[in-house]
C-alpha cells in the first residue's frame, strides 16, 4: 500500500484518484491525458515524442463534388515544437466545377503516440464570392488498432451577397467523430459523421500504404443532407523516416484540417443551392439555377439586374 502511494506521488497524482466504487464509471484515458497536459512530467519524459521528425505530405484528389468535377491538392508540414507539443501546417487548392478555392489551417497539439493527441486545430478557405473558417479543439484516443477522433467548434460562412431564402452570414456550431480501424499496419479504414452549420454529413475513406516507400493510395466517399455527396480517389505521398502508415499517423502527421472545411463549405452550398433553385422556381424563372458551392452569374443579373441607358 505505501509503494502503491509513492508511485503516485512520484507520478505526480494525487491518492483522491483512487479506484472508482463499483457500479461506478471512469473516464481514465481521459483524466490521463489531462494530467499529462497538467505537468506529470515523469510520464512526459517517459513518453514517445509527439513527433518523431519534421515530416510532411502531399497528396491530389480527383472525382466528382456535389454533381461537379473536383481537383483537390494539398500538402502538409509537421514540426515538433517540444518533446510533447507540435505543429502542423496545412494548404490546399481545389478546382470544383469553375470554382477556385484557396486554404490553410494550423493545429497545435500535445500527443503521446501510445495515448492520444489534444490540440487546437483552426482553417481558413477562399474562393471569389465567399469564404469560411472553423476554430476548435480536436483528439484523438489509440486503442491497437483503433484511432477514435474527435472535433467541437464553431464555423462561419460568409457570402458576398445577401440573399432572400438563406442565412448567408451564418455562425454554427461544427462537430465530428470517427473511427478508423487498420486491420494490418499499412491499411487504414475510416468512418466519420460531422454536423456543419445544420448539415449532416456521413463519410467512408480508405488509405493503403504501397510498398513504394512513402507512397499511398486513397478512396473517399460520403453522403450529406439536400442532395450532397462527393466520390474522390486519389494519392498521397508522404516526406520522412520510412514507416508502416498506422506509424506514421500516430507519431508523425495528424489529419489535415482544410478537407473538412472544404466540405462544411459544400455542405452548406449544397443546401444554398436547393433552396436558391427552388426560390427562383416560385419566382417563375426557368432558366439557370444555383450551381455548385455557390451562386451563377445569372442569378446575380436576377437579384441585381444590370442597368441600361434610357
Keep these: 500500500m505505501h509503494n502503491q502511494f509513492c508511485l503516485k506521488a512520484n507520478l505526480g497524482i494525487s491518492p483522491l484518484f483512487h479506484k472508482p466504487a463499483k457500479g461506478r464509471r471512469t473516464a481514465f484515458p481521459f483524466l490521463t491525458l489531462f494530467l499529462v497536459l497538467g505537468g506529470a512530467d515523469s510520464i512526459i519524459a517517459q513518453a514517445a515524442p509527439a513527433v518523431s521528425e519534421i515530416n510532411g505530405e502531399a497528396g491530389y484528389a480527383g472525382g466528382t463534388m456535389d454533381g461537379s468535377e473536383g481537383n483537390n491538392f494539398n500538402a502538409t508540414i509537421t514540426l515538433p515544437v517540444s518533446h510533447s507539443f507540435g505543429f502542423q501546417a496545412d494548404t490546399l487548392y481545389s478546382r470544383i466545377g469553375a470554382g477556385d478555392f484557396y486554404g490553410g489551417a494550423g493545429h497545435f497539439f500535445w500527443r503521446d503516440p501510445d495515448i492520444g493527441l489534444i490540440g487546437l486545430a483552426g482553417g481558413y478557405l477562399y474562393r471569389s464570392g465567399v469564404d469560411t473558417f472553423q476554430l476548435g479543439p480536436e483528439a484523438q484516443y489509440y486503442i491497437g488498432q483503433f484511432t477514435l477522433g474527435a472535433f467541437a467548434g464553431i464555423g462561419q460562412i460568409n457570402y458576398a451577397n445577401a440573399e432572400p431564402f438563406i442565412d448567408t452570414n451564418p455562425t454554427r456550431f461544427i462537430g465530428r467523430v470517427s473511427v478508423d480501424y487498420y486491420p494490418i499496419k499499412d491499411l487504414r479504414a475510416g468512418v466519420s459523421y460531422t454536423t456543419a452549420f445544420g448539415d449532416n454529413l456521413g463519410r467512408a475513406e480508405l488509405e493503403y500504404q504501397t510498398p513504394i516507400r512513402g507512397l499511398a493510395l486513397t478512396a473517399e466517399a460520403a453522403k450529406g443532407d439536400h442532395g450532397y455527396d462527393h466520390l474522390l480517389f486519389g494519392v498521397r ?69 444590370p442597368i441600361t441607358a434610357p
Design 237 to 305: 505521398y508522404y516526406f520522412g523516416s520510412k514507416k508502416a502508415l498506422r506509424d506514421r499517423q500516430r507519431q508523425d502527421d495528424p489529419p489535415g484540417f482544410m478537407q473538412q472545411v472544404l466540405q462544411g463549405l459544400g455542405l452548406y452550398g449544397a443546401e444554398y443551392n436547393q433552396k436558391g433553385n427552388a426560390y427562383l422556381q416560385s419566382q417563375g424563372v426557368s432558366s439557370g439555377g444555383y450551381s455548385s458551392y455557390g451562386e451563377s452569374d445569372e442569378m446575380n443579373n436576377f437579384f441585381n439586374p
